[in-house]
């Protein structure tokens, strides 16, 4: 029994081992890695490896473009973005010539005295330095005002001023029932006279000079005088500037214009030195990068073409003592060259102001005050002279002559027939009349309205005919049929409205109606009719509807030249960069204008030249001869129009009167030039004299030129 039983737990221990060691083997198993898995570790560390090898190398290729290959590019990256810059100011403007290379506009050179507020100036030597000056400079205070006294006062009596707000004002200050301004307000109100009679004339130029240290921005450059600034006065302020605390002198720039006042107004006006931007201009500016005391182009060319002729300002950092290092040179702006030839301009304006004095002192000439000419290149769109002269009466009855050329591009007239030929053009292409065809020219009554005639009744006529002794009927009956209408005498007349369409597209293509796009900051379109009445349209055919500008007229007649090719007009010729080492030469060619072509009539080119044709028969033996001088192998068209004014300036037209126009080229067979006058308001209706004003300008300047350019 006792041997079973020790048998039997030996069995049972012999179990548990056997079981414990099958249990060790399987976890012993479990825990030793396998082949595999050695294979997977091992290829884990070598991609580490591999990963942190490239990772280093690429760390140090970096740090060695950073500091080594890169460094002279990043430290000025570094030296941007910490130091301090700062610009001077303006560089002189380009100059502006004409298309003969004669110097227009310059720049001279003006002794100009400034000031530029100190970090951490305060009040006190502001008014001290203020002082100082006065017994240096010749100062003009005539334009300071009671406010800029009170000012100067305040600033010396802060205290004392402070000391009439009540406590109750104050209380409301802390409440915010009141603000600075308010506070500001009232202490102006409670200075006295007797307050600022303690100043005398000296005090007085001095409280000027502090306004204008004051004036504008805190830290910008301040002029304080650069009229009439004597040799002294320079010499004292330049070689005092060590004790002058912000007070300095340069060389700065003004317009000077060689020939006076011709075509000044085209040629714009630059902002003064004290202005700086206008107001109205300024977010147009401030987009581009200027600052608003910047002096820039404030109207006409120098406005248009302020991206050529403004300066590079100069460049400063500003050093560890608030000195001004020099970075880069300021630089003048680039130099332009115009179409205008200034001694055909300067003809032109002394010529016209002459004629439009003249003819004011003929009869009927009431309301007449002013013509415009144009004379242009028909083949490139080059504006050659161009002018408008405007007749005033002074208060003793005193004539006096004012430049009027604006209203070239913004002044629309009724034109009259000058646009025969584009209305010519519209019954061809549409059919209403083939080349040669003759038509009765005879009065038109249609029901419930006046005759309309041509200026004589001329029987049976052609084309040819009706533009040389510029016929209404002629053009009456082709706007008939062009809107598919059937006419009797003093019957209805029903027209498709579709035909006005159709003339003011033909009269667009030629550039009436829309903008001729010449280079100028302002450009009108001119009176578009709404009415579609049968009779409007034949107005409209004569010229007696819409309105165009005078340069509206100048790229119809031109289109008309050249063939049918619709042109820019254009006053910028060229651009050059300023010259290095020589003021007198130009640097690079930066830019030349090339003709550019709108828009094509489209008509048959054969119906071009009959109308051409027409034209120069106009000139040779017709209604405009003697209009382009001795030059009669010349073509054009005469304008006679009724216009209506507002004579007694309510708003109202109330008033019938004649304007007079005239349009041209030459030579007829290949011209150079064309011609554009215009004389608006030249008489009264059906009175028995009528100036022959645009007759003459037209034939003077057309002779100049050709004694010119022979």
């Known amino acids: 029994m006792s041997l079973f039983k020790h048998k039997y737990v030996n069995n049972i221990s012999k179990s548990k081992i056997s079981k414990k060691k099958t249990k060790l083997k399987t976890l012993n198993k479990k825990i030793k890695p396998s082949k595999y898995l050695e294979d997977i570790i091992e290829k884990r560390y070598l991609f580490i490896s591999i990963f942190l090898v ?18 002279d590019k990043y430290s000025l990256s570094l030296t941007s973005a ?13 100059r502006i010539y004409d298309r003969n290379y004669n110097l227009l506009v310059d720049n001279k050179a003006i002794k100009t005295i400034y000031y530029k507020k100190q970090n951490k100036i305060t009040t006190k030597e502001e008014i001290e330095l203020a002082y100082t000056i006065g017994e240096i400079l010749d100062i003009d205070y005539s334009k300071l005002s009671e406010y800029r006294l009170k000012n100067f006062w305040y600033k010396n009596n802060y205290d004392l001023a402070r000391s009439r707000i009540t406590d109750n004002e104050w209380d409301n200050y802390s409440k915010r029932k009141l603000n600075d301004q308010d506070i500001e307000n009232l202490i102006f109100e409670r200075i006295t006279e007797d307050d600022l009679s303690i100043y005398t004339e000296k005090d007085k130029e001095v409280a000027y000079i502090y306004y204008l240290m004051n004036k504008g921005y805190s830290y910008a450059e301040k002029i304080i005088k650069n009229k009439n600034v004597t040799e002294e006065e320079y010499a004292k302020i330049s070689e005092n500037i060590d004790s002058l605390k912000g007070f300095n002198t340069k060389l700065d720039w003004e317009r000077i214009y060689l020939y006076g006042d011709t075509f000044k107004s085209i040629l714009g006006s630059v902002s003064s030195d004290t202005q700086g931007i206008p107001e109205e201009l300024a977010s147009i500016y401030l987009e581009k990068g200027y600052s608003l005391d910047d002096r820039v182009g404030i109207s006409y060319l120098e406005y248009q073409y302020e991206d050529y002729l403004k300066g590079a300002k100069p460049v400063y950092k500003i ?13 003048r702006g680039n130099d332009i060259v115009l179409t205008i030839d200034i001694e055909l301009q300067k003809y032109l304006e002394d010529m016209l102001s002459k004629e439009v004095i003249n003819a004011k002192s ?8 002013r013509s415009f000419a144009i004379l242009s290149n028909p083949k490139t769109g080059e504006i050659l002279a161009m002018s408008g002269k ?5 208060d003793n009855d005193k004539k006096e002559i004012i430049d009027y050329t604006p209203g070239i591009t913004t002044l629309p007239v009724t034109p009259g027939s000058v646009v025969k030929g584009a209305s010519m053009l519209v019954g061809y292409k549409y059919n209403a009349i083939k080349i040669g065809e003759v038509l009765h020219d005879e009065c038109i009554k249609i029901k419930d309205t006046p005759e309309k005639c041509s200026w004589k009744t001329m029987g049976n006529i052609d ?35 579709e035909a ?18 010449i280079d100028l900051p302002v450009e009108s379109l001119g009176y578009s009719g709404k009415s579609k009445l049968p009779g409007h349209l034949l107005d409209f055919s004569i010229g007696q509807y819409d309105t165009y500008t005078p340069i509206q007229l100048s790229q119809y007649i031109n289109t008309l030249a050249n063939g049918g090719n619709r042109l820019k007009p254009y006053l910028l010729k060229e651009v050059y960069s300023p010259s290095v080492n020589n003021e007198d030469v130009f640097g690079d060619l930066i830019h030349a204008t090339e003709p550019e072509v709108l828009g094509k009539v489209d008509v048959d080119k054969k119906y071009i030249d009959r109308v051409r044709l027409g034209f120069h028969q106009v000139v040779s033996n017709g209604l405009g001869y003697g209009y382009m001088g001795k030059y009669t192998n010349s073509a054009g068209k005469t304008g006679t129009s009724q216009s209506f004014i507002d004579t007694d300036g309510n708003g109202v037209v109330d008033t019938e009167t004649i304007t007079s126009s005239f349009v041209g080229y030459s030579p007829s067979d290949n011209p150079k030039i064309s011609i554009v006058v215009v004389s608006p308001d030249i008489g009264l209706p059906n009175a028995s004299y009528q100036s022959a004003v645009t007759k003459r300008i037209s034939s003077k300047l057309v002779n100049k030129y050709f004694s010119i350019y022979k």
């Open 463 to 497: 084309d040819l005919y009706a533009l040389r002794y510029s016929s209404n009927v002629y053009q009456y009956k082709i706007a008939i049929e062009v809107g598919k209408g059937k006419y009797q005498y003093n019957k209805g007349l029903k027209i498709e409205e």
């Open 54 to 71: 490239i990772f280093f190398i690429i760390i140090g290729i970096k740090l060695f473009n950073l500091q080594i290959l890169s460094y």
């Open 500 to 517: 006005f369409n159709k003339y003011r597209s033909m009269y667009a293509s030629f550039g009436l109606g829309v903008k001729t796009e």
């Open 390 to 394: 405007q007749v005033i009466k002074k």
């Open 362 to 369: 003929e009869p009927n000439t009431k309301y007449y005050n």
């Open 82 to 94: 910490t130091e301090k810059k700062i610009e001077g100011s303006s560089s002189p403007r380009g």
């Open 319 to 331: 050093g560890d003592n608030n000195e001004y290092i020099l970075v880069s040179q300021g630089k």
